[in-house]
């Protein structure tokens, strides 16, 4: 069974909400999320921020940041979803870049 996110992790998430009136906050995975037309966009998964981004964009975070594709349980990889690396968190104005 996951863990829950960590506080800090959490308070981080929670100042880097996406802008706009098409954003709604929920809980996946046992953690917030924000969801964006009705479609996750960001979140947690443990101590991991989880990013829904575009194929062309998916490679280029995980070369630029560490990160990799998102698994919550080994051998399912959800492919249009990726995670953050522990020093990317360690950036917050590096993660606010990513979540835009």
């Known amino acids: 069974m996951a863990q829950k996110s960590p506080p800090e992790v959490v308070a981080l998430f929670e100042s880097l909400r996406p802008a706009g009136d098409d954003v ?3 809980e996946m995975f046992g953690s917030p999320s ?3 037309n009705g479609n996750m966009a960001v979140g947690l998964h443990e101590e ?3 990013l829904r981004l ?3 964009e998916r490679g280029r975070f995980i070369k630029l940041t560490g990160g990799r594709p998102f698994e ?3 051998g399912r990889v959800r492919r249009e979803y990726v995670v953050s690396s522990k020093a990317l968190r360690q950036t917050p104005q ?3 870049k990513w979540v835009d």
Do not use: L
């Open 94 to 96: 590096a993660v606010a």
């Open 24 to 26: 709604e906050r929920r």
């Open 72 to 74: 919550p349980s080994p």
């Open 54 to 56: 575009p194929e062309a």
């Open 34 to 36: 924000y969801f964006v």
């Open 48 to 50: 991991n921020f989880v």
